[in-house]
């Protein structure tokens, strides 16, 4: 029993030294005598092989050591998609604000905002979720309106980018995104008998996200609450809307 735990030890260290040693470190990049051109390589074959975490330390490395080198400007553009690739949020706006505002009229800026974009996307989705088929449109939607602003801004500023018209589908997906939540607080409202916020909710569906799905399901909201609340006008208008719109609805068969 104790040699095969002294074997399982020396086993598990020497694994460790390895995986120790086949990560780059960024002081032994910066103490080394490799030039831009080297470094820079090694960080492009990193991420033409996938190792993002290879790629990013060689990456900042280059960007500590040669801060005014040739490659400057492509190493801030591949630390911002290597970070991206990592799920690394933080560092990626981080890195993404500092270029737009050392670099406002560079060439690749509406790529740079774009990225933005799908990086406030990429924080709001929750992969084990999506892959479980799990509906968790109840989160925060922070990074979700993030996202929209981001692309909103894409699409005003630079309308020709080619980035243009994949940001124009993602802000109808998040535009669902965020009337969906809004339902859902809607509904919850409506669970603790809150009739006027749920109303309120309902109609900020309405008048935001009016080219969603959810329009149809926050006019029910609104005639129920307004009931609850006495509010005949106010229900029987949100009825009319809805005779005009959807005059296959239950609600209005009842």
């Known amino acids: 029993m104790h040699k095969f735990v002294k074997g399982a030890a020396i086993a598990f260290f020497s694994l460790a030294i390895v995986a120790c040693s086949s990560k780059p470190d960024e002081e032994e990049l910066l103490a080394g005598k490799e030039s831009p051109e080297d470094l820079y390589s090694q960080a492009r074959t990193s991420m033409e092989l996938g190792n993002f975490s290879k790629a990013t ?76 088929n799990i509906d968790r449109t109840d989160r925060d939607p922070q990074n979700a309106k993030d996202a929209f602003k981001d692309f909103a801004r894409l699409i005003k500023t630079y309308p020709n980018s080619k980035y243009a018209p994949d940001a124009q589908k993602r802000m109808q997906f998040l535009k669902n995104r965020l009337a969906s939540y809004s339902i859902r607080v809607a509904e919850y409202y409506m669970k603790i008998d809150a009739w006027a916020a749920a109303a309120v909710r309902a109609q900020t569906v309405l008048e935001t996200y009016p080219d969603t799905p959810f329009v149809e399901r926050a006019l029910e909201i609104m005639a129920d609450a307004y009931g609850e609340l006495g509010q005949k006008e106010l229900k029987q208008h949100a009825l009319s809307v809805m005779k005009a719109n959807f005059p296959n609805n239950e609600m209005l068969k009842n």
């Open 57 to 132: 330390k060689t990456l900042e490395a280059l960007d500590s050591k040669y801060p005014f080198g040739p490659y400057k400007t492509q190493v801030q553009l591949d630390l911002i998609y290597a970070y991206y690739k990592q799920d690394d949020t933080a560092n990626a706006i981080a890195n993404i604000d500092r270029f737009l505002k050392l670099n406002p009229t560079h060439p690749d800026a509406d790529y740079v905002i774009y990225m933005r974009g799908l990086v406030n996307m990429q924080a709001d989705s929750y992969m084990l979720h999506e892959m479980l």
